[in-house]
């Protein structure tokens, strides 16, 4: 429980996050990259990171005052039956 000055525990704050969200991107691949291959892993991991990256600049850039979305600009295919989506951003400006 958080209490803030002038409250007391009848009436408690609410928690309030100030810090970054975490968006656990990097836990949730290692996660389910267990039945993969080493190569499958090593790439899984260094997507894992750039999304990181990425998230980190879409979190400074609406801070900026910009909004941002994501939309599938094609599908790239491996030609085995696996595919990626790769995206493109979508901008409007706050003001």
Do not use: C, K, W, Y
């Amino acid at each position: 429980m958080f209490i803030l000055h002038g409250t007391d525990d009848r009436t408690p704050a609410i928690a309030v996050e100030t810090s970054r969200p975490r968006t656990r991107v990097r836990e949730r691949a290692e996660e389910q990259a267990t039945a993969l291959t080493e190569a499958q892993q090593a790439s899984i991991r260094t997507l894992a990171n750039e999304l990181h990256r990425l998230n980190h600049a879409v979190m400074e850039a609406v801070e900026a005052g910009v909004s941002v979305e994501f939309v599938r600009a094609s599908r790239h295919h491996g030609g085995d039956g696996t595919f990626g989506d790769l995206m493109t951003p979508r901008i409007t400006s706050a003001g």
